[in-house]
């Protein structure tokens, strides 16, 4: 009774929407955690394909656009640096990274939320430190094993229809939550867009709402 | 030559676009100069049409856009309360503000940028706090006097091929400078986009390139 009521007074998980492929994603992957803690608050993350959501949005990868995308190439080392994250801007960039992103929903329905942050944890370093290639099956092969999974497993999960539509299902469920880019995070009911939004999320789980 | 000694040492300006529209660029308008204050800058202020600079970055308002329109017209009065200043979303949002722009460039030419930054404060705070409607020249001439200027002289302003080459040519510059939206900063030659730069503005200002 008593853990029933715990239970049912417990903040709710932060949620976190990412892509693979997403260099702020990625910096907001590297603090979120901490910050989560911070407040007694978990993480409950969300893979997603950009690619998928964008034109639903009438938006296009950020650096595919003129001026704009220049200069976010410079933000986006310069916002590493703030957040003193480490970031090498890997030679293919965007990418496509459903393999990724289905291996997390794979993870996260078999082996529950925290292998699946790992996965995005191990993933997402690789890619944005070492600039591995995780359109390449052999590198997804290769850090399946570094994470501590099995690599056969992980590349029969990704080719399975049960986890395309898994992830399929997300990006739905993501534009349903008004998600148009990453990383996005819901906190009690409120949105907050972009790597930049840490402050204020962070004054949002201290004093409430403001 | 103790004078000119100093002049050259001086820190330079800090660089700041805006519009006389942009929420974003007004929420920034209301904190830059104390930043500037607190580091020994100055602020150099240009004012700019977006609707002008958007297409050459293939970019259109922000409102605009399905999805992230809704959740930045939330965004932005969440960042004013969180920067503590006060705003009222306006009626009649985004309005064409080259009016407004042109008596900016005029006072700057004619007056100083001292008066050409109050009158842009003055501006935007009857915009963004009580919704008076930038576009109207009865409600222009009545700022153009809070501001404490003449509103013949004013009008005039506006009117004249002078003024309206002026803003031209600011927009022609900005681009150049790499801008595509406001509040777009420059801190000996870095650029900032957004009023949720402020901190890493500060870090730069405080530690020097990071």
């Known amino acids: 009774m008593t853990v029933y009521r715990e239970r049912m007074n417990a903040p709710k998980p ?3 929407w990412f892509d693979f492929s997403s260099p702020y994603a990625y910096i907001a992957n590297e603090w979120i955690d901490a910050l989560a803690a911070r407040h007694g608050r978990t993480v409950q993350r ?3 394909l950009l690619g998928a959501i964008f034109p639903q949005a009438d938006l296009k990868p950020l650096v595919s656009y003129p001026i704009k995308g220049e200069y976010a190439r410079r933000d986006i080392l310069r916002s590493a640096r703030f957040e003193r994250v480490p970031f090498t801007f890997p030679e293919a960039f965007p990418l496509p990274t459903q393999n990724a ?7 996260d ?3 529950g939320q925290t292998r699946a942050a790992q996965w995005a944890r191990t993933a997402m370093r690789a890619y944005f430190t070492r600039g591995e290639n995780l359109k390449d099956a052999g590198v997804l092969r290769a850090l399946v094993v570094e994470a501590g ?3 056969d497993a992980a590349e029969a999960a ?3 229809p049960r986890w395309k539509d898994r992830l399929r299902q997300a990006n739905d469920d993501a534009v349903k939550c008004g998600v148009f880019g990453a990383p996005y995070f819901i906190i009690d009911g409120e ?3 972009g790597n930049d939004r840490k402050a204020q999320m962070e004054r949002w789980l201290t004093e409430g709402p403001f």
């Open 14 to 16: 932060i949620e976190f």
């Open 46 to 48: 969300h893979a997603v």
């Open 101 to 107: 992103a289905r291996v997390f929903w794979w993870l």
């Open 109 to 111: 329905a078999d082996q």
């Open 149 to 151: 999974l099995d690599a």
């Open 158 to 160: 990704w080719n399975e």
């Open 191 to 193: 949105p907050f867009w």
